[in-house]
């Protein structure tokens, strides 16, 4: 089946606007998480959806910074008024959800913000 | 709280040499754990796991033990190849505490031939 996808692939914006980044977690997960990678760094969490629980925010470094998931299924990333440092590839992962733990992971978005 | 931690890199080695990578962990309950690589231009895939204590997570000649008495869960392997170079990430998750993962830095490895 297909795995984690996610678009656009890559996205250049300029600084002070907003940005959309979709997440299509594989058929049947129920944990859907969002993940920032800066260039030679590690992965820095961002916020963690389970089926209908509110969202894991915790890992949001501003209020320009939000995520919704529609049910169990597609998540948007939205990152307003944006920022160069905001410049990274944002990744998503899935999971079967509580109690599963493996997570399987999409290609990224890389974004820039010039 | 939880936390990972894992050697910093880059690490160089020549083909054929042994590889360790060392990866601690902090955490409340009883944690699974994970190394994930990334190889160039790729996305994160899992490498091996091991969910409880004791456990030997193996795959493609990498080998880790999860060894909760040093809170460790250090990634080998006897013989690298030119191919192994990629960046390495431990990992935790927490399945009875909201499913979390925490990941580490990453360590980057390069095989030379």
């Known amino acids: 089946g297909a795995g984690v996808s996610q678009s656009p692939s890559n996205k250049v914006t300029e600084k002070g606007k907003d940005v ?12 859907l998480y969002w993940y920032r990678q800066r260039l030679g760094q590690g992965l820095e969490f961002l916020i ?8 894991d925010k915790s890992g949001l470094p501003s209020d320009r910074f939000s995520a919704e998931r529609t049910g169990e299924s597609v998540s948007t990333l939205t990152i307003q008024r944006t920022q160069q440092e905001d410049s990274a590839v944002y990744l ?8 599963y733990n493996e997570q ?9 913000v010039l | 709280g939880n936390s990972v ?5 880059p690490v160089t080695l020549s083909e054929e040499a042994f590889l360790t990578i060392n990866c601690t962990y902090t955490a409340t309950g009883y944690p699974s754990l994970f190394w994930y690589v990334q190889y160039p231009g790729e996305g994160l895939q899992l490498l091996l796991k091991a969910t409880k204590a004791d456990d030997k997570g193996s795959n493609k000649g990498f080998e880790a033990t999860y060894r909760k008495e040093t809170t460790s869960f250090h990634l080998e392997k006897g013989s690298v190849q030119v191919s192994d170079s990629a960046v390495y990430f431990c990992a935790l998750n927490t399945p009875n505490t909201g499913n979390q993962f925490y990941f580490g830095t990453g360590t980057s490895l390069t095989v030379i031939p």
């Open chain 1, 20 to 31: 959309e980044l979709r997440c299509d977690p594989i058929s049947g997960h129920t944990a």
């Open chain 1, 48 to 55: 963690y959806f389970q089926g209908n629980s509110a969202p």
């Open chain 1, 92 to 99: 998503c992962a899935s999971s079967l959800g509580a109690g």
């Open chain 1, 104 to 112: 399987f992971f999409g290609p990224g978005t890389r974004l820039t």
């Open chain 2, 5 to 9: 931690t894992q050697m910093e890199g």
